[in-house]
Protein backbone atom coordinates (compact mmCIF):
# COMPACT_ATOMS: atom_id res chain seq x y z
CA UNK A 1 0.00 0.00 0.00
CA UNK A 2 1.52 3.04 -0.75
CA UNK A 3 0.09 6.66 -0.43
CA UNK A 4 1.66 9.86 -2.70
CA UNK A 5 1.01 13.42 -1.58
CA UNK A 6 0.75 15.58 -4.51
CA UNK A 7 0.58 19.63 -4.03
CA UNK A 8 -0.85 22.23 -6.34
CA UNK A 9 -2.81 25.51 -6.96
CA UNK A 10 -5.46 26.52 -8.71
CA UNK A 11 -7.30 29.99 -10.06
CA UNK A 12 -10.13 28.57 -12.27
CA UNK A 13 -13.19 31.17 -12.72
CA UNK A 14 -16.76 29.94 -12.15
CA UNK A 15 -17.00 30.26 -15.71
CA UNK A 16 -14.39 27.99 -16.74
CA UNK A 17 -15.01 25.12 -14.23
CA UNK A 18 -18.71 25.07 -15.50
CA UNK A 19 -17.96 21.72 -17.60
CA UNK A 20 -16.36 20.10 -15.13
CA UNK A 21 -18.71 20.88 -12.77
CA UNK A 22 -21.70 19.83 -15.20
CA UNK A 23 -20.03 16.44 -15.59
CA UNK A 24 -18.85 17.26 -19.69
CA UNK A 25 -15.47 17.41 -18.62
CA UNK A 26 -14.88 13.55 -16.85
CA UNK A 27 -10.70 14.51 -15.32
CA UNK A 28 -8.45 17.46 -14.57
CA UNK A 29 -4.98 17.50 -14.96
CA UNK A 30 -2.67 19.68 -12.60
CA UNK A 31 1.00 20.65 -12.52
CA UNK A 32 2.55 19.96 -9.09
CA UNK A 33 4.70 22.11 -7.41
CA UNK A 34 7.38 19.81 -8.40
CA UNK A 35 6.27 20.15 -12.36
CA UNK A 36 4.87 16.76 -12.37
CA UNK A 37 1.09 16.55 -14.45
CA UNK A 38 -1.14 14.57 -12.44
CA UNK A 39 -4.59 13.84 -13.55
CA UNK A 40 -7.62 12.70 -11.35
CA UNK A 41 -11.67 12.77 -11.20
CA UNK A 42 -13.00 16.36 -11.59
CA UNK A 43 -15.89 15.54 -9.56
CA UNK A 44 -13.65 15.96 -6.36
CA UNK A 45 -13.06 19.62 -6.55
CA UNK A 46 -17.21 20.04 -6.62
CA UNK A 47 -17.17 20.75 -2.91
CA UNK A 48 -14.47 23.42 -3.45
CA UNK A 49 -16.49 25.39 -6.00
CA UNK A 50 -17.67 29.18 -4.71
CA UNK A 51 -19.06 31.58 -6.63
CA UNK A 52 -15.99 33.28 -8.24
CA UNK A 53 -14.73 29.49 -8.83
CA UNK A 54 -11.59 27.00 -7.30
CA UNK A 55 -9.32 29.09 -6.11
CA UNK A 56 -6.41 28.19 -3.58
CA UNK A 57 -3.55 25.25 -2.52
CA UNK A 58 -4.47 21.59 -2.58
CA UNK A 59 -2.72 18.68 -1.26
CA UNK A 60 -3.75 15.45 -3.90
CA UNK A 61 -3.52 12.06 -1.78
CA UNK A 62 -3.34 8.63 -3.86
CA UNK A 63 -3.15 4.83 -2.78
CA UNK A 64 -1.58 2.61 -5.17
CA UNK A 65 -1.93 5.31 -7.82
CA UNK A 66 -5.64 5.64 -7.58
CA UNK A 67 -7.36 8.66 -6.08
CA UNK A 68 -7.70 8.92 -1.99
CA UNK A 69 -8.31 12.10 -0.93
CA UNK A 70 -8.09 15.91 -2.01
CA UNK A 71 -7.44 18.57 0.39
CA UNK A 72 -7.95 22.54 0.39
CA UNK A 73 -4.69 24.06 2.12
Known amino acids: ???????FSLN????????????????IVV???????????AQHLRKFVTATGIRGSFCLETKNNKFFSLTKL
Not at 1 to 7: A, D, I, K, L, S
Not at 12 to 27: E, H, R, T
Request: aromatic fraction near 20%; glycine fraction near 6%; hydrophobic fraction near 30%.
Open 1 to 7: MTRQQYF
Open 12 to 27: IAYQDFLPYYQGQVKA
Open 31 to 41: TTTKGLKVQFP
